[in-house]
Structure formats: structure tokens, C-alpha cells
């Protein structure tokens, strides 16, 4: 991968912002759970319950923050957001020591992390076209897709063997001090938005809607809302199950768990290489179709995980199924924000946000339901069947055949043209 916008100052200060961030947020993915089934021994339900907490937010808070983020300077919203998380998080292994730790603190922090993540990801998502111009969203969300993806291949290595040498609490430390070291960088970043300016007539509910019918008038828009929303409830029920099957049913230590989702970790670092000559190949409307469905395909290895070599084919097939979210992600994450006035860049990524994120928590309460009711197992065997119904939306809209979409156009299905 070229050099290209890493050669900006600017940009260089988020790069290197998100990847300490990452790290660490891929270690408290991993060590939250952890801390919940080996500290507390949570039961099925309550994992999902946390599970939910940690994406509620989406639910509660994400169509009004995507108002307010068009109404502030979006990088100073991501430092705030990036200080409060650091401060939540450390109150985890401090409630530990003071042998004071809850199952409802846990959800209490996963519930006002999230809430955190949702304006910080609604900001970030809003700031990058300012950042890098729209002509450079491909190749910047590219690069911080490959931020991520590299995070997922380490953070669980780390978190695993930090769980196995110290605890899952001293884990959710470092991922507090990252966010803290995140902010700094965002501090770095020398070029400052030009305060939104404010209407006096300006109203927080008028403003929510304008974001929801722009999404929601846009065929193309709703296609990709309708794929994601449903990619990521059968994704949550995985997320809610998954930890506890090695955990519990394999009996996988702690360090051998976080080596499993490294290898599929190496699938989004791929992932984030192939995505733009993928892209060239086939298209970026066929690259979305293609990676959505190649990405689930790969996840129904996952549910044959089992001692010995078939927990390495469900790693495999969880690295097949990052290389397809990443070429997914990257193509229809840049054609929402070409397409969106500056203006109405934090509402749209707000909606989108509220009606894909918002489906997490769903799914991670059936995920609970579902284990305590038909077993752990069965019910990751349900959400890799189920997530292959994501591919639909997309394969019966226009952007099943389109090679090309178009950033400049306007918000129709004639923003896209073949």
C-alpha cells in the first residue's frame, strides 16, 4: 500500500490515534466478557445482557447525537468521547481491587462506553471527508480499516495473555490508557474546523429528521441499511456465544482464545490490502454484494470449532470472513459519505448508525435468550446460518451491477451509474 495520505501531518495524528485506540478496544472486547464469565461467572443471559449494554447506546442515543455532531467541531466531540472512555473503563479493575465489582457496574460501563463510541464514531465518520477531501475517502478509509484490522490480530494476543498473566481487569486498564494516549494524538491534528454554523430557528427534532429521510428517500442507502442491520443482529448472537463456547465448552484457556481471534484477525489485515484491487476488478457495487457473502460463507465455519484442527478451519473461516466485511465496509462506508452533504454528514452517519448499530443489542439479548433456552452452540450454529440472509438487500437493488459509484452525484439512485 502506498504512502499516499500518511504523507499529511494531519492525517498521520488520526492514523496513529486510531491504532492506539484499536488496540486497545480490541483488548476490552475480549477482556469485558472475560472478566464477566471468569470473575463474576456470568451466566449465559447476563453475557448477553452485557453484550446489549455495550451496543444499547446505538438504540438510546444515536439519532439525536448525529444532530449534535453537525452542531460542534467533530474532533473536539472525539476527545471528549475518547477521555470519558478512559474514565469508565478504569473504574473497572479500581472496583476489582476494591473487591466492589458487579455484574450491573459491567453494564453500567458498557451501557455509558457505548454511548461514548456512538458520538465518537459519528464524529470520526463525519470528520475524515474534511480531513482527506472526498476524493481521498477510498484510500483513508482504507487505511483505517487497515488501522482495525491489524488491532484484531494483536489486541486479542495481548488481551488473552494479559487475562492469563494478570486478570481481566488490569486488560481494561490498558485499554483505558489508550483511549487517554488516543486523545493526545487528537489534540495534534493541526488543521480546525470552522464552527457549524447555528440557525436560530434551529430545532434537535427537525434536524433528526432531515437525517432520517435522507437516508431513508435514498434506495441505495436503504439497501446497505438493510444488509448491515441484518449482518450485524446474527453477528451480535455470535458475539454474545462465542467467547463462552471456547471458553466453557472447548475449554480454551484465556491466551489460546485471544490467539483464535488473532487468525481471524488476519483475515480483515488482508482484507484491508485486497479491498481496493478487488474493488477495481469486479467493481465497487459487486464488491459490496460479493464481500458480504463471502464474509458469511466463511463464518459458517466458525460453530465446527473443536479441540484440534477443526478450531483452526472455524479460525480460518473467521479470517474469510473479515477479508469480506473489509471489502464491504470500505465500499459502502465511502459511498455514504461521498454521496452526504457536509452539512448533514453527522445525521446521516447517525442514522445509519441507529438502524445497523441499533439492531446489536436485539441481537445479543436473542443471543443470551437463545443459549440459555437451545445451548451455546446451537445457538452460534443459528446466527452463522441466519447471517447469510444479510446478501439480499443488496443482490435485489441496483447495486448488484453497478462497477461504479459516483461520490459527486446526487442522493437518488441516480447517485450511482453503471
Same mark, same amino acid.
Given at each position: 500500500m502506498r504512502v499516499g495520505?500518511?504523507?499529511?501531518?494531519? /492525517?498521520r495524528?488520526l492514523?496513529?490515534a486510531? *491504532?492506539i485506540?484499536?488496540?486497545?478496544t480490541?483488548v476490552?472486547?475480549?477482556?469485558? $466478557?472475560?472478566?464477566a464469565v471468569l470473575n463474576?461467572?456470568?451466566? $449465559?443471559?447476563?453475557?448477553?445482557?452485557?453484550?446489549a &449494554?455495550?451496543?444499547a447506546a446505538?438504540?438510546?442515543?444515536?439519532?439525536p447525537?448525529? #444532530?449534535?455532531v453537525d !452542531?460542534?467541531?467533530?474532533?473536539?466531540?472525539?476527545?471528549?468521547?475518547?477521555?470519558?472512555r478512559?474514565?469508565?473503563?478504569?473504574s473497572?479493575p479500581?472496583?476489582?481491587?476494591l473487591d466492589v465489582?458487579?455484574?450491573?457496574q459491567?453494564y453500567?460501563?458498557g451501557?455509558?462506553?457505548g454511548?461514548c463510541?456512538?458520538?465518537?464514531?459519528?464524529?470520526y465518520?463525519s470528520?475524515?471527508?474534511?480531513?482527506?477531501?472526498?476524493?481521498h475517502?477510498?484510500e483513508?478509509n482504507?487505511?483505517?480499516?487497515l488501522?482495525?484490522s491489524?488491532?484484531?490480530?494483536?489486541?486479542?494476543t495481548?488481551a488473552?495473555?494479559?487475562?492469563?498473566?494478570?486478570?481481566?481487569p488490569v486488560?481494561?486498564l490498558?485499554?483505558?490508557?489508550?483511549y487517554l494516549v488516543? &486523545?493526545?494524538f487528537l489534540?495534534?491534528i493541526?488543521?480546525?474546523?470552522e464552527?457549524?454554523?447555528?440557525h436560530?430557528?434551529?430545532?434537535l427534532? !427537525?434536524?433528526?429528521?432531515?437525517?432520517?429521510r435522507?437516508?431513508?428517500?435514498?434506495?441505495l442507502?436503504?439497501a446497505?441499511?438493510?444488509c448491515?442491520g441484518?449482518?450485524?443482529?446474527f =453477528? #451480535?448472537?455470535?458475539q454474545a *456465544?462465542?467467547?463462552?463456547?471456547?471458553?466453557?465448552?472447548l #475449554?480454551?484457556?484465556?491466551?489460546l482464545?485471544g490467539?483464535f481471534f488473532t487468525v =481471524?484477525g488476519?483475515?480483515?489485515?488482508?482484507? &484491508? /490490502?485486497?479491498v481496493?484491487p478487488?474493488?477495481?476488478?469486479?467493481?465497487?457495487?459487486?464488491?459490496?454484494?460479493?464481500?458480504?457473502?463471502?464474509?458469511?460463507l466463511?463464518g459458517?465455519?466458525?460453530?465446527l470449532?473443536a479441540?484440534?484442527?477443526?478450531?483452526w478451519?472455524?479460525a &480460518?473461516?473467521?479470517?474469510?470472513f473479515g477479508?469480506?466485511?473489509?471489502?464491504?465496509?470500505?465500499n459502502?462506508v465511502s459511498f455514504r459519505?461521498?454521496i452526504?452533504?457536509d452539512a448533514l454528514l453527522? !445525521?446521516?452517519n447517525a *442514522?445509519?448508525?441507529f438502524i445497523?448499530w441499533? *439492531?446489536?443489542?436485539? =441481537?445479543?439479548?436473542a443471543?443470551g435468550?437463545?443459549?440459555s #433456552?437451545?445451548g451455546?452452540?446451537?445457538?452460534?450454529?443459528?446466527?452463522s446460518?441466519?447471517a447469510?440472509?444479510?446478501?439480499?438487500p443488496?443482490l435485489v437493488s $441496483?447495486?448488484?451491477?453497478m462497477r461504479?459509484?459516483?461520490p459527486?452525484?446526487p442522493?437518488?439512485t441516480e447517485?450511482?451509474?453503471?
Amino acid at each position: 500500500m502506498r504512502v499516499g495520505l500518511l504523507r499529511d501531518h494531519d /492525517f498521520r495524528q488520526l492514523f496513529t490515534a486510531d *491504532t492506539i485506540s484499536q488496540v486497545g478496544t480490541q483488548v476490552s472486547v475480549l477482556a469485558l $466478557p472475560l472478566v464477566a464469565v471468569l470473575n463474576l461467572q456470568a451466566s $449465559p443471559l447476563e453475557v448477553g445482557i452485557l453484550t446489549a &449494554a455495550e451496543t444499547a447506546a446505538f438504540l438510546l442515543v444515536g439519532l439525536p447525537a448525529g #444532530a449534535l455532531v453537525d !452542531r460542534v467541531r467533530r474532533r473536539g466531540a472525539m476527545v471528549i468521547a475518547d477521555l470519558l472512555r478512559a474514565v469508565l473503563l478504569v473504574s473497572v479493575p479500581v472496583a476489582w481491587w476494591l473487591d466492589v465489582l458487579s455484574m450491573p457496574q459491567l453494564y453500567l460501563v458498557g451501557l455509558l462506553a457505548g454511548v461514548c463510541t456512538v458520538f465518537f464514531d459519528v464524529s470520526y465518520q463525519s470528520y475524515l471527508p474534511f480531513l482527506v477531501g472526498k476524493e481521498h475517502l477510498v484510500e483513508g478509509n482504507s487505511r483505517l480499516e487497515l488501522v482495525r484490522s491489524t488491532a484484531q490480530i494483536g489486541g486479542p494476543t495481548v488481551a488473552g495473555l494479559l487475562v492469563k498473566a494478570v486478570g481481566g481487569p488490569v486488560a481494561m486498564l490498558v485499554d483505558g490508557v489508550s483511549y487517554l494516549v488516543s &486523545a493526545l494524538f487528537l489534540g495534534r491534528i493541526r488543521r480546525i474546523e470552522e464552527r457549524p454554523e447555528r440557525h436560530p430557528d434551529a430545532h434537535l427534532g !427537525r434536524e433528526i429528521l432531515e437525517g432520517l429521510r435522507f437516508v431513508v428517500g435514498n434506495r441505495l442507502l436503504r439497501a446497505i441499511a438493510a444488509c448491515t442491520g441484518t449482518a450485524n443482529f446474527f =453477528g #451480535a448472537i455470535v458475539q454474545a *456465544t462465542l467467547v463462552m463456547f471456547l471458553a466453557r465448552e472447548l #475449554a480454551l484457556s484465556p491466551a489460546l482464545i485471544g490467539l483464535f481471534f488473532t487468525v =481471524g484477525g488476519l483475515g480483515a489485515l488482508a482484507g &484491508a /490490502f485486497l479491498v481496493r484491487p478487488i474493488t477495481q476488478l469486479v467493481g465497487a457495487g459487486p464488491a459490496i454484494w460479493l464481500g458480504i457473502l463471502v464474509g458469511d460463507l466463511g463464518g459458517l465455519l466458525v460453530p465446527l470449532a473443536a479441540p484440534g484442527w477443526r478450531l483452526w478451519l472455524a479460525a &480460518a473461516g473467521s479470517a474469510l470472513f473479515g477479508i469480506g466485511v473489509i471489502v464491504y465496509n470500505v465500499n459502502q462506508v465511502s459511498f455514504r459519505q461521498g454521496i452526504t452533504p457536509d452539512a448533514l454528514l453527522g !445525521r446521516m452517519n447517525a *442514522t445509519m448508525r441507529f438502524i445497523v448499530w441499533g *439492531t446489536l443489542p436485539l =441481537g445479543a439479548l436473542a443471543g443470551g435468550a437463545l443459549a440459555s #433456552a437451545i445451548g451455546v452452540h446451537e445457538a452460534l450454529w443459528v446466527a452463522s446460518v441466519g447471517a447469510l440472509v444479510a446478501v439480499v438487500p443488496i443482490l435485489v437493488s $441496483p447495486l448488484r451491477s453497478m462497477r461504479e459509484l459516483t461520490p459527486a452525484a446526487p442522493a437518488g439512485t441516480e447517485a450511482v451509474r453503471k
